[in-house]
C-alpha cells in the first residue's frame, strides 16, 4: 500500500515536475519570440539612421551619412556620397534628392543606383571646381510614390533655414498626384525646386501665365513637348493609320501623355481611325490583370487596319503590350509603338525571354518601339559625326569635330566629364542607356550653378529667394552645358525647345544583344534650338 503509495506520489511529483519544466519552455519561449520580434522592430527602427524614422513600413526622413536605406544596391554609392560631404567645413549649402529610396524590385533597385550615381557624380564634378560654395548632397525619402512627402517637407524647410542652408530639392522622377502636392508645398514655402525627371504638364508652370510653381524650374521637356517632337521626326500620319492606346488609372504622367497624342490625332489627316482603346492598371509597378484586358484589344488592333500605337502608359505595362502584340499581331502588318519618356525604363524591365519574343524566326524585330528620350549616350557623339559628314559633303573636306557646332560639341564634352568624374570618384559601372544617371546628373548640375550664379560676392550663400529667381536668366551665356544637351531656361523655369533623343527599342536575337539604339534629336517647336540659347516668344 505504501509502495504503490509512494510510486503514485512520485509519479505525480514527477507529473508536476514535467508540466512546470514544460510550462517554464513554453514561457521561454515566447518570452524569446517576444525579445526577437521586438528586436526585429527595434533592428528595423534602428536601421533608419538619423534624420529618418519609420512611418507605415518604409524609412522616411532625410539622411546624408551613408545610410543604404536597406537597399544593398546603393551602398556603395551612399558610401561615396558620406565620404564627399564628411570632407566639408561650415561653408557649404545643400542640395537634396528627392525620391524614393526603397524599391522593391531588382528593375527599380537599378533604375535608384543610376539615378544616385548621377547625383552623386555632379556633387564630386561640384566640389572640385574653383566655384563656391561647395555642396552637401542629402537624400530624401518620401516612400513610395511620395506617399509621405508631406512628413519629408517639413524637415526640408527646416534645413533650408538651418546652418545646412538647404538651397535647392531637385530628383522627383515620378508624376504623380503626390510629387505635385510635395512641389506645391515646397515652393510655397520658399524653397527652390529642380524636377530632372517627372514630365507630366501638370508639374509645370504654363508659359505665359502666373506661375503656380513660385521657384520651380525644370530640364526635361513636358509629354505635350515630347509628343509634338515625335509628331515632327517621324513625320505626318493619317487618322486612320493611328490608335491611342491608354491606362485609365489616375496617374498624371499617364494623364497628360494621352491628352498629347489624343491632340496629335485630332491634327492628322483622312478618315478616322480606331476609337482611343483603355486598360486600367492597378500601380506604376503592378501588373494585375493588364495583360488580359489587353487580349481582346489586340484582337480589335490587327482588324482596324492601323499600323501606328500611340501608347500612354507606364513601361511595366508598355512591355506586357509589346508582347501581346507580338504575340497576337497581324500577319501582314509591321506596327510602330510610339511612347513617352517612361520608355527609358524598359530596358531595365526586359528579361531575354521577353526579348526574344519581340523578334521572328529569322532574328528581325517584329514592330518598330520608339519614344522620346531625355537624353542617350549615343546622341553627341553621333550627331557630330553627322555634321562632319554633311561639312564634308559641302567642303570635300573632313573637318575637325572641334570645330562642330557648341549645341553639339558641349553636351558630348560634359558626358566625357561625367565618364571620367564617375572613374576618379569611384562612382561605379555606369549604365547610361536609360538616360537617368545623365539627366539626374544635371539636375543636380544645374541646380549648382543656380546657386552659385545667385550667390553675391563675399556672401557664405544666397537667399532662398535668391535661388528661385535665379532659373528665369538661365539662358544664353547663364546656360547651363549639360550631358542630355544645353539646358535654358524660360522666365516660367522650363525647358527652352530642349532636344530629345528619339531611341528604338532594338531587340537582338542573340543573348545580350538587345539595346535601345538612338536614331536621332527631335525638339519640341519643330526647329533646332538657336545657338545663342536666347529663349524667343513662340
Known sequence: MSQTFGGWLFEKTWETLLKRIITCTVVVAVLAAGYVGARRIAEKAGACAGGVSESGGECIGVNGSG??????????????IKDENDKLDGAYVTVAMMLPLQPES????????SELQGAYIAQYRANREEGAPKVRLVLANPGKDYAHQDEV????????????????????????????????????????????RASAGSLANVEGKERRFKGLARILPTNEDQARALADFNGSRKN???????DT???????????????LEKQEKGPSGPDTMTFTSDGIAVE??????????????????????????????????????AQDRCED????????????????????????????????????????????PDAWRTEVRSWQDDEEKRTKRRPDAAKAPGSLREPLNE????????????????????????????????????IRGAKLAGETAPTLQQVGNRWATMQATNRVNGTSGRICLTPSGNAYNKPLAVVRLQPGEKKGTSRLGYVGLAWPLERKQAEDCVVRGR
Open 67 to 80: 545610410y543604404d536605406w536597406g537597399v544593398k544596391e546603393i551602398g556603395p554609392i551612399v558610401d561615396r
Open 106 to 113: 531588382a528593375a527599380e533597385k537599378r533604375q535608384l543606383r
Open 153 to 196: 517637407v517639413p524637415e526640408l524647410v527646416e534645413m533650408a533655414h538651418s546652418k545646412h542652408r538647404l538651397r535647392a530639392v531637385t530628383g522627383f522622377n515620378l508624376s504623380l498626384e503626390s510629387t505635385r502636392e510635395a512641389l506645391s508645398s515646397l515652393t510655397d514655402q520658399g524653397v527652390p525646386v529642380l524636377v530632372a
Open 240 to 246: 486612320e493609320q493611328t490608335v491611342v492606346v491608354r
Open 249 to 263: 488609372r489616375n496617374d498624371p504622367y499617364v494623364r497628360s501623355l494621352a491628352d498629347a497624342f489624343q491632340e
Open 288 to 325: 494585375g490583370d493588364v495583360d488580359n484586358q489587353f487580349r481582346p484589344m489586340v484582337d480589335t488592333i490587327c482588324s482596324s487596319g492601323a499600323d501606328t500605337v500611340y501608347f500612354a502608359g507606364r513601361s511595366t505595362h508598355l512591355r506586357l503590350f509589346l508582347k501581346r502584340l
Open 333 to 376: 502588318t509591321k506596327f510602330t509603338v510610339v511612347s513617352g519618356s517612361d520608355g527609358a525604363s524598359l530596358k531595365n524591365k526586359m528579361s531575354e525571354k521577353d526579348w526574344a519574343q519581340l523578334v521572328d524566326d529569322s532574328g528581325e524585330p517584329k514592330m518598330t518601339v520608339q519614344y522620346a528620350a531625355p537624353a542617350h
Open 415 to 450: 558626358l566625357a566629364a561625367l565618364r571620367e568624374s564617375a572613374e576618379t570618384g569611384r562612382a561605379g559601372t555606369l549604365d547610361l542607356a536609360d538616360s537617368r544617371t545623365m539627366m539626374v546628373h544635371d539636375g543636380v548640375r544645374t541646380a549648382v550653378e543656380a
